[in-house]
């Protein structure tokens, strides 16, 4: 084996004479044995093998593949997208502005820049322990608060926590994990929408102004009405901002007063009482009184912009459904029908196989039935609209099942037909 290195020893197995004058093309000085012509050979293959090292940093992010048919392309590493090499010496230029813009390249550089990864070994690389955590010290506090935010965002029951096999997951993870009683991830629930609750209003003494947006909400399985209160500013960066501020239950009788007084007490305790620059709700009657309610404790303690001309803001999605709901007026009989055609449908496994019996017979594409929500209008015309593709196969279906009473008429039909052209 040779030395691309002119200043190494030639082995000794070799034998090569070296005459101290330069030799000429035809002259043939005594270079003796057969083994330095094999020496030469070597060393000409080895230049001629050899491949020339991509310099450009792009290629840390790209793989150069060969295809079946003899093409060259270039892979990305995090994307798997192909592209031209476009052959020797061409430009990297697309690649480059491939690396600058591909969305799975920036994720997996925020994930190392922001998190430490836990990496699988086989236990005889890491002394039987096959999870390691490089670089980093486990933390059990910051575990607990993981679990508290994982419970909060999947609306998940504090005794998950004591659930034995969920909890074995997170100790076969890490044997350095504790286990927690439900009690002490309510505690840690609550102390982490503290700190939020604290974060939030630093943020917001930094801002000159706030809106609101106030909506009630009825749960029908407790039959108890809720607010919710949402703030919307503008931050240090003029970035749009919308943040829940409360969500509280409002007992009856629920007057204008009432709701006026428990906004008040939520503005006060987030200290944005001063700041308010516009409250919007919807055109209910006791929201007229509850505004002015409102109005008169805010400009007890500050100077309301424009003295309050702007204070009150009627929601215009609320009054645009009011605007479409007097319009569907017009065929409330339609879409009675329509809805209880689906309503009774739905109402159980062997109306709907009958139904869907008659739509193959049809021969129609669509499957499914959609029932609205009666307050807003863009469901029904939603509901509406899915009904007509099955308008044959309600006729058909209006002979098949005998306590089937809504069949809408080809009339029904028509006007519905003539209000999607119109929309």
């Known amino acids: 084996m040779t030395s691309n290195n ?57 793989e150069e593949i060969e295809l079946a048919n003899g093409t060259k392309k270039a892979v990305c590493l995090y994307c798997k997208e192909k592209y031209s090499t476009g052959g020797k010496g061409a430009s990297t230029s697309h690649l480059k502005r491939h690396s600058e813009i591909c969305l799975q390249r920036k994720l997996h550089i925020s994930r190392e820049n922001k998190q430490t990864t836990i990496q699988f070994r086989p236990p005889s690389e890491c002394g039987g322990n096959p999870f390691i955590v490089p670089n980093a010290k486990y933390s059990n506090e910051k575990m607990r608060e993981i679990i508290a935010s994982g419970i909060m965002v999947h609306e998940r029951p504090f005794s998950i926590v004591e659930d034995d096999m969920f909890m074995w997951a997170f100790e076969y993870a890490n044997p350095n994990f504790r286990r927690v009683s439900r009690k002490t991830t309510r505690s840690d629930c609550l102390q982490l929408y503290e700190a939020e609750k604290n974060t939030l209003k630093r943020i917001l003494n930094n801002v000159s102004k706030v809106s609101i947006t106030t909506d009630m909400w009825k749960s029908s399985h407790q039959v108890v009405e809720y607010m919710v209160v949402t703030g919307h500013f503008v931050d240090a960066s003029w970035n749009l901002q919308k943040r829940v501020l409360n969500f509280v239950k409002v007992p009856p009788p629920r007057r204008g007063t009432d709701i006026a007084n428990a906004i008040f007490k939520c503005l006060r305790g987030w200290g944005i009482e001063n700041k308010i620059f516009s409250v919007t709700v919807d055109n ?21 912009v424009l003295d309050g001309q702007l204070f009150h803001v009627r929601c215009c999605a609320h009054i645009l459904n ?5 319009g569907l ?15 009774f449908i739905n109402s159980s496994d062997a109306r709907l196989k009958s139904f869907h019996e008659v739509v193959e017979l049809k021969g129609l594409k669509e499957r499914k039935l959609i029932l609205d929500c009666p307050t807003r209008w863009n469901s029904t015309f939603l509901m509406l609209c899915t009904a007509s593709k099955f308008k ?32």
């Open 6 to 62: 002119t200043n190494e020893s030639i082995p000794e197995e070799v034998n090569v004479q070296v005459t101290t004058t330069t030799p000429s093309i035809s002259s043939s000085q005594p270079i003796e044995s057969n083994n330095s012509e094999e020496v030469n050979r070597v060393d000409n293959d080895s230049i001629l093998t050899k491949k020339r090292k991509k310099t450009s940093p792009v290629w840390n992010d790209f």
């Open 284 to 304: 209910a009657s006791y929201n007229d009184s509850c505004v002015r309610s409102l109005k008169e404790n805010m400009s007890l303690s500050s100077k309301l």
């Open 322 to 326: 009011l605007l479409v709901q007097d």
């Open 392 to 423: 044959h196969a309600f006729s058909d279906y209006n002979e098949k099942e005998p306590h089937y009473k809504y069949a809408p008429s080809f009339e029904d039909w028509d006007k519905i037909e003539k209000g999607e052209k119109g929309y």
């Open 329 to 343: 007026n017009t065929i409330k009989d339609v879409i009675h029908n329509v809805r209880e055609s689906v309503k």
